[in-house]
């Protein structure tokens, strides 16, 4: 592959695209509409009983894998449905695994979320 060297502006422009992409999760992908209002929930939560710098960076890692494990599944789906639109044993595996990808991130993140909060609710009574 030609490499035409390093150029700021090409640099700006892979940030325009990559700010496309998670317009486009926001906007389009149902899915994360879901993941985005669990994560408006947990920073509520969070500020609601003060968070200390450590469980805000385990929240912020669990929501920003999250979101980028279902921007994968979603560009996975969206490619994989162009090259292949009718039914394709391969195609349905990949895009499970991809699926399966999301669920487990998304479990290891409510279990941060249950560690960081589960105490926090039970001092309250």
Known sequence: MKSN???????????????????????????AWIHCF???????????FGLSQTEWIAVSIAIGAVL??????SAIEVLADHVSPEYNEAIKRTKDLA??????IAIAAATVGLIIFIPKITSLF
């Open 99 to 104: 699926a399966g990808a999301v669920l487990l």
């Open 68 to 73: 980028a494990a279902e921007a994968i599944n």
């Open 5 to 31: 060297g390093f150029s700021f502006g090409k640099r700006l422009q892979s940030f325009k695209y990559a700010f496309n992409g998670i317009r486009l999760l926001i906007t389009k992908e149902h899915n």
């Open 38 to 48: 669990a994560a408006i929930c947990v920073i509520a939560a969070g500020f609601c």
